[in-house]
């Protein structure tokens, strides 16, 4: 089952992928994630796409496009994968139909903005392994360590509240039009999402079985 989580910053996606991902048995794959790893390991391809990560910006269709195609062709994707956060481009979703990866549902995870904004002011990572929290909704047990690694979980540059502001602009310019790019193949699917996580991660499934 090849799946795509679609939905603005801040909506739940990678939250609810690490959820249905160990349902299912398929990896969730996250392209935001690879590249703050890639970022943090001074990759020529972390070293391009940092200034347009910590300004909110998208990176290059190609430089995302040549990580997502390597992920994939790994060996624990070749039952299925839940993407996160890729494609965000109509160029994206293009060159995954390109590369013959026929998807069998999107998710829309559908959050208004003014949730946005709250869920982003209080979203924690964690530095080593990438898991989302959230101080009021999903804390950590031990305050500021990873439940599932132990590294440290800190508040991403991308998370201030300046930069939410052009990071929702983004997604309502490049990374909607997807919605009717995927409706119009009768792939997509929306879910709103709940106040509680494992709400939205009832309906997430539902949507995906359905
Ligand atoms: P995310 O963790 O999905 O919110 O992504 C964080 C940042 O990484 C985004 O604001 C973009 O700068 C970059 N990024 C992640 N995925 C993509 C993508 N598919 N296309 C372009 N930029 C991306």
């Known amino acids: 089952m090849n799946l795509i989580f679609l939905g603005a910053p801040g909506a739940g996606k990678g939250t609810q992928a690490e959820i249905v991902c160990e349902k299912l048995g398929i990896p969730a794959i996250s392209t935001g994630n690879m590249l703050r790893e890639a970022v943090k390991n001074g990759t020529p391809a972390g070293l391009a796409a940092k200034e347009r990560m910590d300004k909110g910006d998208l990176v290059p269709d190609e430089i995302v496009i040549g990580i997502l195609k390597d992920r994939i062709a790994m060996d624990d994707a070749k039952n299925g994968f839940i993407l996160d956060g890729f494609p965000r481009t109509v160029a994206q979703a293009e060159a995954l139909d390109a590369?013959?990866?026929?998807?069998?549902?999107?998710?829309?995870?559908?959050?208004?903005?003014?949730?946005?904004?709250?869920?982003?002011?209080?979203?924690?990572?964690?530095?080593?392994?990438?898991?989302?929290?959230?101080?009021?909704?999903?804390?950590?047990?031990?305050?500021?360590?990873?439940?599932?690694?132990?590294?440290?979980?800190?508040?991403?540059?991308?998370?201030?509240?300046?930069?939410?502001?052009?990071?929702?602009?983004?997604?309502?310019?490049?990374?909607?039009?997807?919605?009717?790019?995927?409706?119009?193949?009768?792939?997509?699917?929306?879910?709103?999402?709940?106040?509680?996580?494992?709400?939205?991660?009832?309906?997430?499934?539902?949507?995906?079985?359905?």
């Open 99 to 210: 590369m013959g990866v026929q998807i069998d549902k999107v998710i829309e995870i559908y959050v208004p903005d003014e949730a946005i904004c709250a869920r982003l002011s209080g979203r924690r990572v964690c530095e080593g392994c990438g898991n989302s929290y959230h101080v009021d909704f999903k804390p950590t047990k031990v305050d500021g360590v990873c439940d599932a690694c132990g590294a440290k979980v800190v508040q991403r540059v991308d998370d201030k509240p300046e930069t939410v502001l052009s990071r929702l602009a983004t997604y309502q310019e490049k990374t909607a039009p997807l919605k009717d790019y995927y409706s119009a193949k009768g792939k997509l699917k929306t879910v709103v999402g709940q106040d509680e996580i494992s709400d939205t991660a009832k309906l997430t499934l539902e949507a995906i079985e359905g």
